[in-house]
């Protein structure tokens, strides 16, 4: 089994930055793709970055490319999303997620990933 556990959300200004993080525990080995996804109050879940855990590749959805970073730290099997520049259109519930059967090469859609974390929220005014 593989845990994971999302920090970092919190009420911020449009332009500032933010830094989530996931601690990733357990069976790890058997992780092959990890994402970030959100859900906004009375919308879908959608993907936002996903990092393949073996190789390192990453894809962005378009409304965060140039604007988030997803990155890992090995050592401690954690794993960011810097977001810069943020928009009060990605105040959402933010969520890391990991797919423990198959490899991603594109952005996967939320029903892809069978491990998720509880959420972490992030809020952001104008």
């Known amino acids: 089994q593989v845990q994971l556990v999302e920090s970092g959300g919190r009420s911020v200004q449009a332009g500032e930055s933010l830094r989530l993080s996931c601690a990733a525990s357990?069976?790890?080995?058997?992780?092959?793709?990890v994402g970030w996804f959100r859900q906004a109050p009375g919308k879908e879940r959608e993907s936002v970055a996903a990092?393949?855990?073996?190789?390192?590749?990453?894809n962005y959805a378009d409304s965060v490319k140039g604007r988030f970073t997803i990155s890992r730290d090995h050592a401690k099997n954690t794993i960011y999303l810097q977001m810069n520049s943020l928009k009060p259109e990605d105040t959402a519930d933010y969520y890391c997620?990991?797919?423990?059967?198959?490899?991603?090469?594109?952005?996967?859609?939320?029903?892809?990933?069978?491990?998720w974390g509880k959420g972490t929220l992030v809020t952001v005014s104008s």
């Open positions: 997620a990991a797919s423990t059967d198959r490899d991603y090469l594109n952005l996967p859609s939320y029903d892809k990933m069978d491990v």
């Open positions: 357990g069976r790890t080995f058997l992780i092959y793709t």
């Open positions: 990092l393949r855990w073996r190789l390192g590749s990453t």
